[in-house]
């Protein structure tokens, strides 16, 4: 790593353009890791128009889709050969333990060789336009997207926009997390060795406020697709709107786990284990609200909360760790000022609920998993997205119940059904106003899975078909093959003209 992280600009690893930098820590012990390149409106100005220089010269758009594979193939092989060394970055950066990191990173070749598929086999269309006549239509790029992603999942996101806009013939300018920069920049030079041209792929690292607003506001974009908060995803959809560029924004979230009483009770909590303090429940699929039929209520909750309190906490890149710290201090003190209010409005904090002791806790930002029960729609931990490791336990009575507290929410991003039922599962998935539903399952994703949700949880959705053809627009060319005369002003007949 250089002590400085550059912006990556048409190909070049340039500093920002009045010098500015600001400085990443490791969210565990609280030490500098290196400074980063403040982008300002010129910097993106300069990553747009050479994003744009190159898809006007079509040196990637212009690439048959095969082509294009084959380069999205070697840098699949490539990053493959880097999981551990991107990993151990990631982990660096945000904390997240470095167990999940591998096993995340290992998946992610899969987007860049799926869309690159796509991409491949592709076909347009021939609508029956009548006699006389073929339309050809087919689908081509949009131009230069810019792509927003969050610190969570830093390479995983921004690999799931990136594959797809890349595979569909687009050029990028990417403004990855202040928080988790430095593997999105990377990933841009291993694309670049690959065979991607320079100033197809352009990364912009810097603030939200700053550098973020400049890029949601640059009228020469063609797309832009975020993730992040849903208040942050109505201030860009409103800046893009402006523009009239279209938007993928995949938001906030409080996914509920429903627990049915015939389902295995260990693997129920081994489940909702899983969903609530993966990424120490930084996820915007995070297990935060369990629902929990009420015969079984008492067994589950006491089995999870002894298995909450023995999870281990500690150094995010020592192997035995199972949760590490929050990604900064700011993100910590949310967490703790949300089960605050919880405890001052009645709510019962059954394990956790406070910042561990120890010196190896001292430094870094770091909460105990915490089990809330008695939490009701009059709290404000009900509705609110914490983003940490917090998760409400609430009984329900039956199916009617369990569904009606689940869509008591402003989010419908992702949920789970844990029932030994088949017919029960069918039943209440159909009845849940939610995008991404697991039974007996939670947090799984594939390249050809559709991602997104409704209400508050965001516009569109990322991987699958869909996000492929949402960074390309039909182009649809009609061709009289008649050889008819046409001459609509030469007579005073009617003519079919439409």
């Known amino acids: 790593m250089p002590d400085t992280l550059p912006l990556r600009i048409d190909g070049k690893d340039v500093p920002a353009a009045d010098g500015a930098t600001f400085a990443v820590h490791n969210p565990a012990t609280g030490d500098h890791l290196f ?13 747009v128009t050479a994003a744009k220089t190159a898809f006007e010269d079509r040196r990637w758009q212009g690439m048959r889709a095969r082509d294009r594979a084959r380069v999205l193939n070697r840098a699949a092989a490539e990053l493959d050969h880097r999981i551990d060394e991107f990993a151990r970055l990631e982990t660096l950066q945000i904390g997240r333990p470095l167990r ?17 598929a796509v991409a491949h086999s592709a076909e347009g269309t021939v609508p029956d336009f009548g006699e006389g006549y073929l339309n050809v239509v087919h689908r081509v790029p949009l131009g230069v997207a810019g792509l927003i992603t969050p610190w969570n999942h830093p390479l995983l996101i921004t690999m799931k926009k990136l594959s797809a806009g890349l595979a569909a013939g687009n050029s990028l300018v990417i403004k990855p997390s202040e928080l988790g920069p430095a593997v999105p920049v990377a990933l841009a030079g291993l694309l670049e060795e690959a065979g991607v041209p320079a100033g197809v792929i352009n990364v912009v690292t810097g603030l939200g406020p700053t550098t973020g607003r400049f890029l ?27 523009s ?9 979230g409080k996914a509920p786990v429903i627990v049915f009483d015939d389902t295995e009770i260990e693997q129920a909590v081994a489940g909702a284990m899983f969903a609530s303090f993966i990424a120490t429940g930084q996820t915007c699929v995070q297990g935060a609200r369990l629902l929990v039929q009420r015969t079984v209520y008492e067994r589950f909750v006491h089995r999870f909360v002894e298995r909450t309190r023995s999870l281990r906490l500690g150094d995010p890149l020592a192997a035995r760790t199972q949760v590490g710290p929050l990604v900064s201090r700011a993100q910590r003190d949310k967490t703790a000022a949300a089960v605050d209010r919880a405890r001052e409005q009645g709510a019962t904090v059954l394990c956790g609920g406070r910042v561990p002791e120890g010196a190896v806790f001292d430094r870094g930002w770091f909460y105990e998993p915490t089990v809330v029960a008695g939490v009701t729609p009059d709290h404000e931990l009900w509705y609110d997205e914490v983003f940490g490791p917090v998760t409400v336990v609430v009984p329900f009575d039956d199916e009617a119940d369990a569904t ?8 419908g991003l992702a949920a789970s059904v844990w029932t030994a039922d088949a017919g029960r599962a069918l039943r209440v998935t159909d009845r849940l106003d939610i995008g991404i539903i697991w039974v007996n399952d939670h947090h799984r994703i594939d390249p050809s899975s559709p991602w997104g949700g409704t209400k508050d949880s965001g516009i569109g959705s990322e991987n699958g078909l869909d996000a492929y053809r949402a960074y390309t627009r039909a182009k649809s060319v009609i061709i009289n093959s008649s050889g008819r005369p046409f001459d609509w002003y030469a007579t005073a007949e009617d003519l079919r003209y439409s």
């Open 404 to 411: 009606a507290k689940a869509n008591d929410c402003p989010f």
């Open 35 to 47: 400074d980063v390149a403040h982008a300002n409106a010129a910097d993106v100005d300069a990553a």
């Open 216 to 242: 949601s506001e640059h009228p020469g974009l063609a797309r832009l697709d975020i993730t992040g908060g849903t208040e942050t995803g109505r201030v860009v959809a409103g800046n893009a709107g402006r």
């Open 244 to 252: 009239l560029i279209p938007v993928t924004a995949e938001l906030g």
């Open 100 to 116: 999940e990191m591998r096993a995340q990173l290992s998946r992610l070749p899969e987007w860049l060789e799926y869309f690159g």
